[in-house]
Structure formats: structure tokens, C-alpha cells
């Protein structure tokens, strides 16, 4: 290891005993349009967003986290995250051991499931089963079968479901 810095130009500390002012860059400085792309390019990604994927606790919450450009300030966390949830496909699986994502729904909120593009989730009970559900959370969904792309999972079929989350306020049903 010593060797490795023994390698280095002796200028390379001189950076950090600079007097120079070293000014932050300054993203809202530059035309909306840019910030807005940069934005973009941080937080949308090109594969579906599995929520319930992670092999541990650990791997699930590194799943589901919301993208660091939110955690910096007010205005970029607003944007940031409507295009998160706007510009990224989601998806889920209802099987045992994977836990159910109805509480991932709840915990990043009603603007962020209106925002959601898409939403695929698959489960062995049909739409009507999960739209109820929803509504016993206190989320108005429309839940639709979809004819093709189910998956098998230890010789079950789970159906391919197409999620929709609506506007409105939503009274849980009463047990």
C-alpha cells in the first residue's frame, strides 16, 4: 500500500491545501430544462422495479429506496420523485416468504401511487380479491387480470395483474 502512494504526483495534496475557493456546483443555475434531464437520468431506470425481490431485509430495503438525489433538498426531492415513480415501471410478487407489498404502498404515499406509471403484480388470488384488500388500507385501486404473462412458481401459477391506483379518498371497509 505504501507503495501505491509513494506512485502518486507529489502535486495530488496540494488539491486539499488549497486556499482557492472551492464553489459548489450550482444545479439550479442552469436552464429548467437541463436540471429537469439531469433529474431524469438519476432516477429513472430501464429494467422494472421489483419491491419484493431482496433475498434479506437488508437487500429489500436497498430495493425499495427512494433515489439519493431525493434526500438533498425540497425542490429536487418533489421533482425527483414524481419522475421517479412516473418514469419507472414497478412490480411485485404475492408469494409465501415475500412479503406483501401493500405496506411499501402505504409508506411512500398517495401522491407517489398516483404519479406510478405501471404496476404489475403477481398473485394466485384474482382482481377482485386485491382490489378489496387495497380498499381495507385505504387505497382505491382498479385491479385487472391480464390474459397472458403469468408466471410459475413451485407448480403454482400466479396471474399477472395490472394495478391501477385512483384519485379519491377511500373509506376502509369495516370488519
Not at 142 to 147: A, F, G, I, L, N
Amino acid at each position: 500500500m505504501d507503495m501505491d502512494l509513494q506512485a502518486l504526483d507529489p502535486s495530488f495534496e496540494e488539491i486539499f491545501k488549497s486556499d482557492q475557493d472551492l464553489t459548489p456546483f450550482r444545479l439550479f443555475d442552469l436552464p429548467a430544462e437541463l436540471w429537469l434531464r439531469v433529474i431524469d437520468l438519476a432516477v429513472t431506470k430501464s429494467d422494472s422495479i421489483t419491491i419484493t425481490k431482496g433475498r434479506s431485509a437488508l437487500d429489500q430495503v436497498e430495493i425499495v429506496r427512494q433515489p439519493a438525489i431525493t434526500r438533498t433538498c425540497r425542490l429536487l426531492r418533489q421533482e425527483a420523485l414524481r419522475m421517479f415513480y412516473r418514469h419507472n415501471d414497478f412490480e411485485a410478487m404475492h408469494f409465501t416468504g415475500v412479503a406483501c407489498p401493500r405496506k411499501w404502498f402505504v409508506a411512500i404515499g398517495k401522491e407517489n401511487l398516483m404519479a406510478m406509471h405501471s404496476f404489475t403484480f403477481y398473485a394466485k388470488f384474482q382482481s377482485g380479491f386485491w382490489m378489496d384488500k387495497f380498499r381495507e388500507i385505504g387505497i382505491k385501486a382498479e385491479v385487472e387480470r391480464t390474459p397472458h404473462g403469468g408466471m410459475e412458481r413451485r407448480g403454482s401459477v400466479y396471474s399477472k395483474l395490472m394495478v391501477k391506483f385512483c384519485d379519491g379518498d377511500v373509506v376502509p371497509i369495516s370488519s
